[in-house]
């Protein structure tokens, strides 16, 4: 017994399930990661959501802050302790955690907490436009 796969015949495949990069899947899914994440996302004046963009599924915040924000951690400047570094000056971290506004929803980790919560959702409104 023998056979043989094409793989032209499977990209194919990929191609009409919407499964290749910036297929319709992987829009959908980057949409929703963005729509379910916002209730999550720390938000003061809105800068961090609207600097947001999810492509291939990377999800970018364009906010010099997003990191800090992500961890949630408490960074200060090492020769004044204080929030403010001196240009080229980097700042180090403290046991302390940041406190949010709307917290405990908004928080640190947001992307994992999100999944946590919507995850299965999200894979199977993927798996319906992928037809499975």
């Not at 990069?21 to 829009?27: E, F, K, L, W, Y």
């Not at 916002?38 to 999800?59: E, I, M, R």
């Not at 951690?73 to 709307?102: H, I, N």
């Amino acid at each position: 017994m023998s056979f043989s796969v094409s793989l032209e015949s499977i990209e194919k495949l990929k191609k009409s399930k919407g499964l290749v990069i910036d297929g319709r899947v992987q829009r959908y899914v980057d949409a929703e990661v963005l729509r379910l994440m916002a209730p999550f996302t720390p938000f003061d004046t809105g800068q961090l959501q609207n600097n947001a963009y999810a492509k291939d599924g990377v999800v970018v915040y364009k906010m010099p802050y997003a990191r800090y924000l992500y961890y949630g951690k408490v960074m200060v400047s090492p020769s004044t302790g204080g929030p403010w570094a001196q240009s080229g000056e980097k700042k180090v971290l403290t046991g302390r955690s940041l406190r949010y506004k709307g917290a405990p929803m908004r928080g640190a980790y947001w992307f994992l907490r999100m999944k946590a919560q919507y995850g299965q959702e999200i894979l199977k409104g993927a798996g319906k436009r992928i037809g499975t």
